[in-house]
């Protein structure tokens, strides 16, 4: 059969712009988030997490909100320059394991144009 | 060391062939963690070593899929009669402890194609 390619959430911006990612995780009992920057060809690269006891935490130039209400999970970047061009993922510690188990949104592409 | 690295960064075989992957975590790190990445996809978790604990090989999806890692430092992942369907970068992340709230760093990634 027919293969279909799969085509990842983009978000595209100007220079100097905020930025703002989305992500929906799957359960309510997931009590760590974590979103990372991949770079083309390169691995993951930790940017900021929360915990399931706050709402917000913020980093530099970087904010992160977490909704639990409707499970979902934002991330902000202030004055968005060209470097920050990459594929944003969230990530869950899903089974509340005593260990770094975690599972992976799809991503988000993020092109920032000078 | 300053990363993890992994090798080799690019590997192209043919169906049927066996493949090692090679990681080498952060020095001193206890807790070491195998993702497969498809394309256009997010990460998924393959199997996790701690210490001298059994590793946890949940994630591996067919017995076709092995995982060894030797003194606590160096891991290798072992694929056995490659299929297409595993094309894939093959990642690898290592945390000092192993606890739930450590930040996984990882490596640059195994490209694997199976032709």
Known sequence: GESVGLHLPTLSVQEGDNSIINCAYSNSASDYFIWYKQESGKGPQFIIDIRSNMDKRQGQRVTVLLNKTVKHLSLQIAATQPGDSAVYFCAENLDGTSYGKLTFGQGTILTVHP | GAGVSQSPSNKVTEKGKDVELRCDPISGHTALYWYRQSLGQGLEFLIYFQGNSAPDKSGLPS???????????????????????????????????????????FGPGTRLLVL
């Open chain 2, 63 to 105: 017995d076709r899929f092995s995982a060894e890692r030797t003194g606590g430092s160096v891991s290798t992942l072992t694929i056995q009669r490659t299929q297409q369907e595993d094309s894939a970068v093959y990642l690898c992340a290592s945390t000092s402890r192993g606890t739930f709230q450590e930040t996984q760093y």
